[in-house]
């Protein structure tokens, strides 16, 4: 029989396993499998997908346990009696069914009292994976993720001893032995010493910047923000009760002038500038201090390249730092993986203890199993292994994208960064980044073009390359697509 009808049909970041288990649910439902009828022996459905045979036997497992399919001794595997309802029924849940619309419908928009999605943001498209060069920023490269070591991690956190601990109901504590790592191995690389009563788990950068926003401005304060600058900082601090001032930008990160008077608190991005990814020097540091100091202002420090910056980085700003007035924030996004949505603050105790009752208010701990996994990833010394990975590569593509952009696209200037995952581009005059956007994925290249990053549209166009996801051998020829979208571009116009 050919089980063709069963091949299943995925969607971006969707598994095998759940596509397979979805494409067998479908068609019990539709009546292309009946009741009682046999399913293909696992061996010939695996060959003619092209996976492996523990993958078809992991989902007929689980229809088993689900009621869709019986398990016959010596026999295989048969389509359950009542599968089809069961089919049915879980079809109409996932068409979110609930029946006939109610007759009044409430009119959300007056009710709203603001509107954070139509908020000028960075966008990526979700199929961002299916261009062949997807110069997206933050993504990691999964063939440098050592996922068997991270499955092994996994596994250790599903032992009895540490499900016992992260299953419980802890409140508001983080797992003090990923503190305890964050303390030992990840801060003392950046120059930062902790105690662990200094230490917050937080879900990502920017959940820092939300709960410093609600917890230290008040109204009327002003907060600065770079621009260009981190969006999210930004469109954060624009909820608190206090104003936001646009801090001006050069080649050597935030501009100290008359546009920091009055300002009660900092955002900066010292190691390497969001977006430009210049990084301070040290006399322009300690002068931000100095007026730190002088002005009574709290500096919070956006570290968000994290562990993944392979030039000779200096100390973090939060290591100069001897009044206390710097707010350190830390990812380890860019090391494991965006979706793990782990990061940090370090903070005098005090700031701390309140930031951890206003989380508490928001969604108690991060998750603990996400915590314990990533610590023993850490304990065991993994951390170091996966840094100095990912450091060699993002420097050979670091080498490799700027010099094909110093090939192919001449006459856009780059800001002179030196590191990171991304490089920050000028356009030339004639060239709009978002017209260029859709040029360019018609020849598989995407970008994030720079406008998001500002707090009113600049007078030039920029756009922003990420390299992380992408491997060296394959940005040349990225760049020279994109190099060809912007000649495509040009055509058009004349």
């Known amino acids: 029989m050919n089980w063709a009808f069963l091949l299943p049909q995925r969607e971006a970041g969707q598994t095998i396993q759940s596509a397979l288990r979805q494409s067998i649910v479908g068609a019990i439902g539709d009546g292309r499998l009946a009741s009682g009828q046999q399913m293909p022996p696992s061996r010939a459905l695996a060959e003619q997908m ?3 045979r523990n993958t078809v036997i992991a989902v007929y497992e689980e229809l088993v346990a689900r009621g869709y399919l019986v398990s016959t001794e010596r026999r295989g595997y048969f389509v359950e009696g009542n599968a089809s309802q069961l089919a049915v029924n879980e079809r109409a849940v996932n068409e979110n069914d609930a029946g006939p619309a109610p007759r009044a419908q409430t009119d959300w928009t007056e009710r709203f009292a603001i509107t954070p999605a139509a908020w000028r943001n960075i966008s990526k498209p979700t199929n961002w994976q299916d261009y062949r060069y997807p110069f997206i920023y933050g993504q990691v490269d999964p063939e440098l993720f050592p996922i068997a070591v991270w499955r092994a991690c996994s596994r250790d956190a599903l032992g009895r001893s540490a499900v016992n601990y992260w299953a419980a109901d802890h409140a508001v504590n983080d797992d003090p032995l990923l503190i305890e790592q964050i303390c030992r ?18 879900l990502g950068s920017q959940h820092g910047l939300y709960l410093l926003s609600q917890l230290l401005v008040r109204p009327g304060e002003w907060v600065g923000i770079e621009d260009p600058g981190y969006t999210d900082a930004r469109n954060i601090f624009s909820l608190s009760r206090g104003k936001v001032r646009s801090v001006p930008v050069d080649e050597s990160g935030l501009r100290l002038g008359p546009w920091l008077d009055k300002l009660g608190y900092l955002v900066v991005t010292p190691a390497h500038q969001c977006p430009t990814m210049v990084t301070m020097p040290n006399d322009r540091r300690q002068a931000l201090l100095d ?24 100390p973090a700003l939060k290591s100069l730092d001897r009044d206390g007035r710097v707010i350190y924030l830390g990812t380890l996004s860019k090391l494991l993986a965006p979706g793990v949505r782990i990061g940090f603050m370090v903070a005098p105790a005090a700031v701390i203890r309140e930031a951890r009752a206003l989380r508490r208010l928001m969604h108690r701990s991060a998750p603990l199993n996400n915590q314990r996994t990533a610590a023993i990833f850490l304990a065991e010394g993994h951390c170091q292994g996966l840094v100095r990975t ?32 991304s490089i920050w581009l000028t356009c030339p005059p004639d060239i709009d980044p978002v017209d260029l956007l859709e040029t360019a994925a018609k020849r598989g290249v995407l970008f994030e073009p720079g406008e998001p990053f500002y707090a009113t549209p600049p007078s030039s166009g920029h756009l ?31």
């Not at 120059?191 to 937080?202: D, H, K």
């Not at 590569?393 to 590191?419: M, N, T, Y």
């Not at 697509?481 to 004349?494: C, E, G, I, T, W």
């Open 291 to 314: 007026w730190a100091r002088a002005s009574d202002a709290i500096l919070i420090e956006d570290d968000y390249e994290g562990e993944t910056r392979f030039e000779a980085a200096m």
């Open 50 to 52: 092209g996976v492996a």
């Open 390 to 421: 990912l450091r060699n590569a993002l420097k050979d593509r670091w080498e490799a994208i700027c010099a094909a952009v110093a090939v192919h696209l001449p006459d856009f200037q780059r800001s002179p960064s030196i590191g990171g995952s």
């Open 185 to 202: 191995q990840i801060l003392p690389q950046h120059g930062v010493f902790a105690r662990p009563e200094e230490v917050l788990i937080t």
């Open 464 to 494: 922003r390359l990420g390299f992380s996801s992408i491997p060296a051998s394959r940005i040349p020829d990225g760049v020279r697509a994109l190099a060809d979208a912007v000649s495509d571009l040009r055509k058009q116009r004349h």
